[in-house]
Nanobody, 114 residues
Framework: QAQFVESGGGLVQPGGSLELSCAYSGSNFNMFTMAWYRQTPGNQREWVASVSRGGTTNYKDFVRGRFTISKDNVKKMGYLQMNSLKAEETAVYYC????????WGQGTQVTVSS
């Protein structure tokens, strides 16, 4: 079954940066809008950013200007560059196709702490 594998998380200090990656094992990656989500314990998974088939990007207000989403259709990879990270952004980060959800991957843990 096609799925996503997220990577690139880790421990970073407040104000620091990380780049997350997301590898898709299925086909037609270029046909879908791809999005990043995050989830903290006890809370629902929330949408963070998305990039459309044509490359149009959208961001949740609280990350706009600090995060950059991108994708490589040839490699079937998605990316999320995160700058100026805040402690409250500690979460497990996931990627998926919002209009055609696949099985959720394991996610990648991002911990923002001094």
């Amino acid at each position: 079954q096609a799925q996503f594998v997220e990577s690139g998380g880790g421990l970073v200090q407040p104000g620091g940066s990380l780049e997350l990656s997301c590898a898709y094992s299925g086909s037609n990656f270029n046909m879908f809008t791809m999005a990043w989500y995050r989830q903290t314990p006890g809370n629902q998974r929330e949408w963070v950013a998305s990039v459309s088939r044509g490359g149009t990007t959208n961001y949740k207000d609280f990350v706009r200007g600090r995060f950059t989403i991108s994708k490589d259709n040839v490699k079937k990879m998605g990316y999320l560059q995160m700058n100026s990270l805040k402690a409250e952004e500690t979460a497990v980060y996931y990627c998926n196709f919002p209009s055609s959800l696949r099985k959720w991957g394991q996610g990648t843990q991002v911990t923002v702490s001094s």
